[in-house]
Nanobody
Framework: QVQLVESGGGLVQAGGSLRLSCVAS????????MGWFRQVPGKEREFVAA????????YYADSVKGRFTISRDNARNTVYLQMNSLKPDDTAVYYC???????????????????WGQGTQVTVSS
């Protein structure tokens, strides 16, 4: 049973940066696509960024393109989300997710990911 554990969330002022990490254990990582999603109360969980198994294919939501960077370190079973120029609208719980395959398509939905972490809160103050 895979376990995904996110960390790195917190409170930051608008314009600031945070780096989220997600460590996977108990299952395959290096041959699986990974993604980050976020959710605010009362809204659907939305796609943020995704990366294929070797980091060669990456997609971002339009709302974070140019500000967020997803990366992975297969030797450490870890996927990262570097978030720069943060805005109050980025406030949400951020979730790490894993697919059962190594590839991704543009704008993947939450239903294409099978395993989820517990989430980490990101709050951006204005």
């Amino acid at each position: 049973q895979v376990q995904l554990v996110e960390s790195g969330g917190g409170l930051v002022q608008a314009g600031g940066s945070l780096r989220l990490s997600c460590v996977a254990s108990g299952g395959s990582f290096s041959n699986r696509a990974m993604g980050w999603f976020r959710q605010v109360p009362g809204k659907e969980r939305e796609f943020v960024a995704a990366v294929n198994w070797n980091g060669g294919t990456i997609y971002y939501a339009d709302s974070v393109k140019g500000r967020f960077t997803i990366s992975r370190d297969n030797a450490r079973n870890t996927v990262y989300l570097q978030m720069n120029s943060l805005k109050p609208d980025d406030t949400a719980v951020y979730y790490c997710a894993r697919r059962t395959i190594g590839t991704i398509a543009a704008r993947p939905t939450r239903y294409e990911f099978n395993d989820w972490g517990q989430g980490t809160q990101v709050t951006v103050s204005s």
